[in-house]
């Protein structure tokens, strides 16, 4: 996708004005808003209808940008050469004199950070000067948005503006890891945790050190539908999401892949559930994912999806 400069200026002008606007993200698309700025971050807050208590991932463009704000080590160092830009978010200790909004921490001294490797908001990143708070671009606990359809669908006339950046690449939430106390992985998502884990180094540390992961609620990710998992028969009045093709396929049934291609079922998932939403299914049941890589991020999700209200 080319880069539309006028589009990137527009974006640059609701941002410097404390607006908020939806961007593309190789994970999924963000609702963004300038960081430093309480009434900015204030009106992602209300948009979302987040609880307070749910802080907010900040994006940078660079290194130079994010030791402005951040306490920074070898080892963070060594990750970044590894996995940045790309769908990984770190959690790490906030400067003292850094100017990030408290409304983006929940008032705490830890705050999550990532590089998005999309290049329509990499251009735009680079072209602020602040860094961007952009929790996923949908209200509070439905399904994230993928598309700048998608996010128009979540949030109408109430935002200004959509950067388009195309459908993104990985469809899932980044992976969330936690560089301050015990390091651990807090979120599973686009960045295997076989890639990870190995790099994360087991300390002993005060307990008290450690992160919890807040709002990450039990109902989550929620297309508003009662959904049933690992399922082989689906019921009639079922929309029935697969990941293979079957030889019999029926006017229910949506591929999420051809061939059991966990990547692409990642990328499909969000889409497709809001699809059969809008089609007017009732009810929706899947087949069993295998929790081997990026499946065991999927799996995560659609346990939260299924939770009964
Ligand atoms: P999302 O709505 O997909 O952007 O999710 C962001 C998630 O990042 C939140 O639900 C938190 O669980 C996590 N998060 C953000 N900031 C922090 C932080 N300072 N410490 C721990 N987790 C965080
Ligand atoms: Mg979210």
Redesign the pocket.
């Known amino acids: 996708m080319n880069i539309n400069l006028s589009n990137i200026k527009k974006a640059v002008k609701y941002l410097n004005k404390n607006e908020c606007i939806g961007i593309p993200t190789e994970t999924v698309y ?1 609702l963004a808003a300038n960081a430093y700025s309480d009434k900015a971050t204030d009106k992602i807050f209300k948009l979302k209808k987040r609880p307070r208590k ?4 900040v994006h940078y463009y660079n290194l130079k940008d994010l030791k402005n704000d951040c306490k920074i080590d070898n080892q963070f160092l060594s990750l970044y050469s590894k996995f940045c830009p790309g769908p990984i ?1 770190f ?1 790490l200790e906030l400067k003292e004199k850094s100017k990030i909004s408290n409304n983006v ?1 929940n008032n ?1 001294s ?3 950070v990532r590089f998005p490797k999309h290049k329509v908001t990499r251009k735009l990143l680079k072209n602020l000067n602040f860094p961007l708070a ?3 671009a949908n209200i509070s606990k439905s399904i ?1 948005a993928v598309c700048k359809t998608d996010v128009i669908e979540e949030f109408g006339n109430k935002i200004k503006f959509v950067l388009d950046g195309g459908k993104s690449k990985e469809g899932l ?1 980044s992976t ?1 890891v ?1 560089l301050v106390g015990n390091q651990k992985i ?2 599973l998502g686009s960045l295997d945790r076989s890639k990870i884990e190995k790099y994360l180094i087991k300390k002993k540390t005060n307990k008290k050190k450690n ?1 919890v ?4 609620g039990r109902i989550h990710y929620s297309p508003g539908l009662p959904i049933r998992l690992n399922i082989k028969r689906p019921k009639k009045f079922e929309a029935f999401l697969l990941i293979s093709k079957r030889i019999k396929s029926n006017k229910n049934f949506f591929y999420l892949s051809k061939n059991k291609n966990l990547k692409e079922v990642a990328k499909n998932l969000y889409k497709t559930l809001r699809k059969v939403k809008k089609k007017g299914f009732k009810q929706i049941s899947i087949e069993r994912i295998p929790n081997r890589g990026i499946g065991e991020a999927i799996n995560d999700r659609l346990l939260r999806a299924a939770v009964k209200k």
């Open positions: 963000g749910n802080p907010l991932i978010t959690v921490t705490k830890t705050i999550a952009a929790p996923s994230s939430e969330i936690s807090l979120r992160i992961m807040p709002g990450q």
